[in-house]
């Protein structure tokens, strides 16, 4: 158990429709970082949160967004979704911004996304 | 931009079998390397970890050493169990960056 915790474990919706995942930090720690696994993009970043700021984009599409709540815990946004979307989405958190090469990532279980 | 292969599994194993997964990177910098492994239906577990070169990281009876002159991380397991039959990525981080960079992973099955 890494202490990040992810919810709801699956997720089984419409195309068209808005999905909310949510992501709580392991204790202690400042930034939150989202990644979508899907079967033909693999691993990738989608975006990070800092202490409630946004620190660094990666490869997030615009009917995406997130957000860092002051408790720290974290909402990944998904709209008007399509059947592409489907994939694990995973949470993970570390104790810094992530500019520092000890700076590790612990990952959550995942939220399972299917759009039908 | 910046980049991280493995090889293409699955990797079919007997019990006790020696364990080899070939990592290289592509980077600039000196990058942060890591191993995750991915058990069924479950999250990334952080596996191991080396942050500069020469380092070796270990963890479980797992090795990988960061070889800057040959730009690679592979990872080693002398007897591989049952339960080591997972999937494993490499990734890495840049120190001044943010994300993680991942392979594409590695599917390994080890059979009693």
């Known amino acids: 158990d890494s202490g990040v915790t992810q919810t709801p474990k699956h997720l089984i919706t419409a195309t068209g429709q808005r999905v909310t995942l949510r992501c709580s930090p392991r204790s202690g720690d400042l930034s939150v970082y989202w990644y979508q696994q899907s079967l033909d993009q693999g691993l990738q970043f989608l975006i990070q949160?800092?202490?409630?700021?946004?620190?660094a984009k990666g490869n997030i599409l615009e009917r995406f967004s997130a957000q860092q709540f002051p408790d720290l815990h974290s909402e990944l946004n998904l709209s008007s979704l399509e059947l592409g979307d489907s994939a694990l989405y995973f949470c993970?958190?570390?104790?810094?911004?992530?500019?520092?090469?000890?700076?590790?990532?612990?990952f959550g279980p995942g939220t399972r996304l299917t759009v039908l | 931009g910046d980049s991280v292969t493995q090889m293409e599994g699955p990797v079919t194993l007997s019990e006790e079998a020696f364990l080899t997964i070939n990592c290289t990177y592509t980077?600039?910098?000196?990058?942060?390397l890591f191993w995750y492994v991915q058990y069924p239906g479950e999250g990334l577990q952080l596996l191991l970890k080396?942050?500069?070169?020469?380092d070796k990281g270990s963890n479980k009876g797992f090795e990988a050493t960061y070889r800057k002159e040959t730009t690679s991380f592979h990872l080693e397991k002398g007897s591989v169990q049952v339960s080591d039959s997972a999937v494993y990525f490499c990734a890495l981080k840049k120190a001044a960056g943010n994300k993680l960079t991942f392979g594409g992973g590695t599917r390994v099955l080890v059979k009693p």
């Open positions: 949160y800092y202490n409630g700021e946004e620190r």
């Open positions: 080396a942050t500069k070169a020469d």
């Open positions: 980077a600039t910098g000196y990058p942060s």
């Open positions: 993970a958190s570390s104790v810094a911004g992530g500019g520092t090469s000890t700076d590790t990532q612990y």
